[in-house]
């Protein structure tokens, strides 16, 4: 499914482009030359992603976290070493390079994945059937595809009521906001088969501390994150991209105070779409992203751009609580961050799986 919509979105924007025509939009012809690198430069991430996704779910932890940031870590190699040595640097080029390295990833992936699989017993499986996995996962598909959208439409949102200038700003704080979720999102990309393992084993204790103690660590990496924004964030816009972002940093704040509150849910939403209820997590989360995008609408049109990131940071504390309450109520679990008695670790260490 994610080659496919890969693929799909892929050929949309070269269908666009060319729909468009050079004389509608001075950009289209540079856009024009670029859909041939654009629409498999999209499929190779998609693949990229799926590769990530069966290492996470074999343990394969390492090549988990390092494929999907393998691709945007070898352009940002190619940007620098184009700088420092003066090496012509276009979109072309930077679109090429992003490609170039999917493709690597890609052919990593798959040596990793094969050496990982090639000890395995070869044992006669029963598979489930494709109708039972469709009733199970249909509710998350529209869980993520919500989140996914709800999360870009901020941008347009500011784009289709603001200014040129609006959008640049609003763009800078998003990308500076968007630095404290890496905490968060580490976690997630470690944490989830522990979750189902422990939680299938009946370790609810270890399984709680894990989830405490993530919740907490990405938290206070992430209020580590804000405080340094706050106390250096207006020096560095103005320095790196002069006075006229400098509301960029206000913008930025909200967004990453909200991003702090997010971390401070844990994994909470994807304990609930684990262990079985992704129906209610896919419920929450269409009410609360159509919500966000209404209030951010109004937003726009009466506060500007502060009044969008003030939406989408409530967004995030409305999301964090909602999950946070679902997973008490429905497994008696307390996953958010919460302050851990040092004095206290030693006892939990010992309920900690010897396998």
Request: charged share 10%; net charge positive; hydrophobic share 55%.
């Amino acid at each position: 499914m994610s080659i496919i919509s890969g693929l799909a979105v892929g050929c949309l924007v070269g269908v666009g482009t060319l729909a468009l025509g050079k004389n509608a939009n001075t950009l289209s012809s540079e856009i024009s030359n670029h859909v041939l690198l654009i629409v498999p430069m999209i499929a190779t991430a998609a693949l990229l992603g799926v590769l990530a996704e069966i290492h996470r779910a074999l343990y394969g932890m390492v090549a988990a976290s390092f494929l999907p940031i393998f691709q945007a870590l070898t352009v940002c190699v190619y940007v620098i070493v184009a700088l420092v040595f003066k090496l012509p640097l276009s979109v072309s080029n930077l679109l090429t390079s992003s490609l170039l390295a999917a493709g690597m990833g890609i052919v990593l992936g798959l040596v990793q994945l094969r050496r990982i699989m090639r000890p395995w017993a070869r044992q006669p499986i029963q598979l489930a059937r494709k109708s039972e996995i469709l009733a199970q996962s249909w509710p998350n598909l529209i869980t993520a595809t919500s989140f996914v959208v709800a999360s870009q439409l901020d941008i347009w949102v500011v784009g289709l009521g603001g200014s040129a200038s609006d959008v640049g700003c609003y763009g800078l704080a998003q990308k500076l906001g968007s630095m404290l979720s890496i905490p968060i999102t580490i976690v997630s990309l470690t944490i989830l088969p522990h979750i189902v393992t422990n939680w299938a084993r009946h370790r609810r204790l270890y399984l709680q501390w894990l989830l405490r103690l993530s919740a907490t660590g990405a938290t206070l990496a992430a209020l580590v994150g804000f405080i340094s924004l706050a106390g250096f964030g207006n020096s560095i816009i103005k320095m790196a991209w002069g006075d006229s972002y400098s509301r960029a940093f206000e913008v930025a704040l909200i967004l990453g105070a909200g991003q702090v509150i997010f971390s401070a849910g844990g994994v909470s939403g994807y304990v609930l779409i684990l262990l079985g209820r992704q129906k209610v997590a896919m419920v929450s989360t269409l009410l609360i992203a159509g919500l966000t995008v209404l209030l951010a609408v109004w937003a726009m049109f009466n506060f500007g751009i502060v009044g969008v990131a003030a939406a989408y940071a409530t967004s995030s504390a409305v999301q964090m609580l909602t999950n946070v309450l679902l997973v008490r109520k429905f497994y008696q679990l307390r996953s958010n961050a919460w302050f851990i008695n040092p004095l206290r670790v030693g006892h939990l260490l010992s309920h900690v799986p010897k396998s």
